[in-house]
Structures are given as C-alpha cells and as structure tokens.
C-alpha cells in the first residue's frame, strides 16, 4: 500500500489538502499540525478531537446516509466548476492523462489474474477495466468536458462523524 501511496503522491497531496484551505463548505476537525518529507515520504497530520461527535462505521443509518448526502450535495454546489480547483496541484483531475494511464494499463494487465483470484466475482469489473483501456483516449476527452468538483476518493461512513445528543 505505501508503495502505491508513493507512486500516486497520496501523501503529499493528504498534507496539502490539509494545509490552510478556503472555506471548505463542511465541516471538517481543525488541522493542528501537518507536515510530509518527500525523501522518506513519510507524514503526519494533527488534527482536532471530534468527540463528542461519532462516526457510525459500516453500520450507517439511512438517516445518516440521508443526512451525509445532502451535506455532500451543498459541499458539491459550492465548488461546481469553480477554476480555482483545476490550479490545486492536491487534487487528482479527472483529465489528468499522466496519473489516470498507468492505473488503466495496471487494470487491464492485472485481467487475467483477476479472473484466477477472484473467477466469477471479477467479470463485471473485467468487462469495465477492458471497455476503459479500449476506449481510454475517447473517455478521458469526456471527462475533460464535464463539470467538475471536489469529490473525496473514499468517502464512506467510517469517515465520516456525525453529531451526537452531546453536540459534535
């Protein structure tokens, strides 16, 4: 995992993420200290205490669910199309060709095995890996013409906290 981290600057661009950001649209813990060193690509992120707020893990509630969507929707409006976030070096673009290539190559070459390891489970996600390769360039000319926003790469609901009777 750390090699694909490094390969795909996750580290760096978490710290930079995490470093004085505009006015986000959501709330998120106040970053205390952040800091990554490019040669051990090693980093450490300090951040606030959420309690008394709690993250459900997997066992999500539809209206936690509810709730999560709605902020997501607002967090989404505020930086639709917004140009500042193309010149943001932490954010993956969806045009980005030089970071998306190897990761659809990667794909498509891993095709075989996966079919080995994971046999049936794997051919719908087959079948997309390989329609992707084969249609790369027109895909990533699509992408390059949408709106766009910031969109967290995992978000799901061991990440995110929730308030309590408490406050949070």
Sequence with gaps: MR???TGLDFYRRETAFNQPFP?????????YFCDFDVNSQGMVIQMGHLAPSESPGWGITL???????????????????KAALKSNDCLI??????????????????????????RAEAETR???AIAL??????????VGHRPFTIVHGDYHAKQIFFPTSAGG
């Design 63 to 81: 209206e936690q669910v509810e709730y999560a969507c709605g902020q997501l929707a607002a967090f989404h409006a505020k930086w639709w199309n």
């Design 3 to 5: 090699a694909v981290a």
């Design 93 to 118: 673009q969806s045009d980005n060709v030089s970071f998306w290539k190897p990761l659809v190559d990667g794909a498509r070459a891993s095709v075989d095995k996966a079919r080995t390891v994971f």
């Design 126 to 128: 087959i079948t997309c």
């Design 133 to 142: 390769s084969d249609n790369f360039k027109n895909f990533m000319a699509y």
């Design 23 to 31: 006015d986000i649209g959501i709330s998120v813990p106040e970053c």
